[in-house]
């Protein structure tokens, strides 16, 4: 059975011990021979990397593993699969994506609004760095990328590198959906097939079939609209997310087609989700206090025990297991279900084409087989291209430094719509990135 190299671009990522260990449980499925972890940060990463060197040594002794912040090393010639989780500016600059909208009345997220502007103004250059670096030595590796905000890190590399077929983005949201949909059902979220169209953080469940071709979907409607809705994980959720988890049974409420995205929250209920965000103690606050602040806690402690086996430092496994899962399907051409970002190219038949779109696919040696959709109702249509071309604008405003596609972004964001708010918010970004993104004209 052939072994992978395998690269974590942002080793120091609050996620790579999930990763790690996901590793170890999939030792029989996904075998790897070399693993390197890269990051920029070499304090973050040396603390996760000391981690890792215990686990592995416990649990995959046979892997030959190593940290670096040394692109020399990282990208060699005989790459497999890049796994990349870098947060440009850290959660510094996340807490900035959040606070500078919400001082301007408008909604602060990591990828959705202006706070996903930012974010993604700040990921492209990175992210094309990268995919530089990867192939300026291993033409074949694939780019499993869950670098955020993805519909607009998809949007630039598809522009950057269009004939780049081994770059698959990707978004653990439709799975941690799925896990949801699963527990509520008494289903195995693998026996599930679903039928999902939209852009990443904004799409929609159409159908959801079981192994006998039966459509649960109109149950599981019925159970959301009399009990609610929660992430399947819920004991180990931040108030935050089960707060965002509740929300889908208003949409399913309003909108009963479809199950929503909950990312769909900010952009069709923006003035009632403002009031729950406190401006003085937002997401990235709440992460560092908990999810970060526990993780490096917990790697600390068993590089000073000299043991992981007592360490159970992975709170959500959808996020690590998923990319896992669909590099196991590419290394194997297994063909698995999963859904992913790709560009439209007719999948949808009433979208533009070059739109990247996020549906399910099977997942192959040669990449995505995706399953078509067909045209989807004005409603949705209506939503999708204006988001869309809010992506567009901001790849272009990226790519031709233009001040002028920022405005019209921003203004074509739901989240937004005033000219005159994105005007303001976006003065603010701009000085509140500068370092990070080209300067606009
Ligand atoms: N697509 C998804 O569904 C999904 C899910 C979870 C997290 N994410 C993304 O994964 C990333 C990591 O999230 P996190 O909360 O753990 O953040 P984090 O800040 O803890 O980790 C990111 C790491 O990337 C490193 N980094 C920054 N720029 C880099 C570069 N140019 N090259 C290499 N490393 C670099 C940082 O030093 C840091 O250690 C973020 O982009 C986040 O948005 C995506
Ligand atoms: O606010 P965060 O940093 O906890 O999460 C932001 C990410 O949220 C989605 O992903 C998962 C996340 O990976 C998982 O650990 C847990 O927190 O659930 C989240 C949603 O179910 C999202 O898909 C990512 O794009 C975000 O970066
Ligand atoms: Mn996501």
Not at 82 to 99: F, H, I, N, P, S
Not at 308 to 313: N, P, T
Request: charged share 25%.
């Amino acid at each position: 059975m052939k072994k992978f190299n395998v690269v974590i671009v942002g080793g120091g990522s609050t996620f790579t011990p999930g990763l790690l260990k996901g590793m170890c449980s999939r030792k029989d499925t996904f075998p790897i021979n070399r693993l390197v972890m890269y990051d920029i940060d070499a304090n973050r990463q040396q603390k996760i990397g000391e981690f890792a060197k215990i686990l592995l040594k416990e649990e995959y002794p046979e892997v030959h593993f190593s940290y670096t912040t040394d692109k020399a090393k990282a990208f060699t010639e005989d790459i497999d699969f890049v796994l990349c989780q870098m947060r440009t500016g850290g959660y510094a600059m996340r807490e900035k994506d959040e606070k500078v909208p919400l001082s301007k009345g408008l909604i602060g997220q990591e990828t959705c609004g202006p706070g996903g502007f930012a974010y993604g103004m700040r990921s492209i250059g990175d992210m094309i760095e990268l995919v530089n670096d990867v192939r300026a030595k291993s033409k074949d590796a694939w780019i499993l990328n869950y670098t955020n905000p993805a519909a607009i890190v998809a949007v630039a590399l598809k522009e950057v590198f269009p004939k780049d077929n081994r770059i698959l983005n990707i978004c653990d949201q439709p799975e941690n959906l799925l896990r949801s949909y699963g527990k509520l059902l008494g289903v195995h979220e693998r026996d599930f097939e679903p039928v999902y169209f939209g852009l990443n953080h904004f799409g929609w469940f159409t159908n959801l079939y079981d192994t006998e071709g039966n459509d649960l979907l109109p149950e599981l409607r019925e159970k959301i609209l009399d009990g609610g809705f929660r992430p399947a994980d819920a004991e180990q959720r931040d108030q935050s997310w089960l707060d965002t988890y509740a929300m889908v049974e208003q949409i399913v409420r309003d909108f009963p087609d479809y199950l929503p995205n909950t990312y769909l929250q900010y952009y069709l209920y923006p003035d009632q989700v403002l009031k729950k965000l406190n401006p003085d103690f937002t997401r990235t606050n709440e992460v560092q206090a908990g999810r970060e602040k526990r993780v490096f806690k917990d790697c600390a402690l068993a590089v000073e025990a000299g043991t992981a086996k007592d360490c159970d430092v992975v709170q959500n496994d959808a996020h690590g297991e998923f990319i896992l899962f669909v590099a196991e399907s590419i290394a194997y051409n297994k063909g698995n279900n999963f859904i992913v970002i790709l560009k439209n190219d007719g999948l949808v038949s009433n979208l533009p084409e070059d739109a990247m779109v996020e549906v399910a696919a099977s997942i192959t040696a040669n990449g995505p087989r995706p399953f078509a959709v067909g045209e989807i109702p004005t409603f949705y249509k209506g939503l999708i291209e204006a988001q869309y071309a809010y992506e567009k604008l901001t790849v272009e405003a990226y790519l031709e430094k233009s001040y002028g596609k920022a405005l019209q972004a921003l203004t074509l964001n739901r989240t937004v719509v005033s000219a005159a708010q994105a005007r303001k918010v976006l003065d603010a970004l701009v000085v509140a990135n500068k370092g990070y993104w080209p300067e606009l004209n």
